[in-house]
């Protein structure tokens, strides 16, 4: 019982020292891709409004973000695009802000995820997030991780 109230207190702090590291940096889900009729076997990069083939991955420009496109191990096998995205944002706390100086947005994924900066004692929370994500069947299920 002791060992486990130091290892606790040791959780705590390394938590605390570690504000900005306790929740992923990005986070994943596999959505079906947007195929065009004419480029069968591509994904279609709306953003970009281009062809993208499977394995290759663009930038989300303007959103803070980053796709791939992939093809499923189901038979047949489907278009995927794995979605890269800074998650949901925190809920509102008024010793919470955006820490303007630190969040470049027009920086490259991930670096263009918001950064936020805490009074002291202050932490943020995040919106509860579904752990299992609609990753269709056969895909990568690794990715459900939120
Ligand atoms: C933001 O990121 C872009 C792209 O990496 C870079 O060119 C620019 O200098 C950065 N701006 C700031 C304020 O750091």
Known sequence: MKSFVVFAVC??????????????K???????????????????ASTRCATVEPG?????HP????????VS???PPRLLE?????????LAN????????KTNKTAAFPDCCPIFACEDGAKLEYPEIP??????EGAEATTAKA
Do not use: H, N, Q, Y
């Not at 752990?131 to 269709?136: G, K």
């Open 131 to 136: 752990t299992v994500a609609p990753v269709p």
């Open 94 to 101: 008024p010793k919470c802000k955006l820490d303007e100086e």
């Open 73 to 75: 191990e189901d038979k």
């Open 11 to 24: 959780l705590a702090v390394v938590l605390a020292a570690d504000k900005e590291e306790d929740r992923p």
């Open 26 to 44: 990005t986070f994943k889900r596999l959505i079906p891709a947007d195929v065009l009729r004419d480029f069968p076997g591509m994904c279609f």
């Open 56 to 60: 290759k991955t663009w930038e989300l």
């Open 63 to 70: 959103f803070c973000g980053r796709s791939t496109c992939v």
């Open 82 to 90: 794995l979605v890269e995205d800074c998650g949901p944002l925190p």
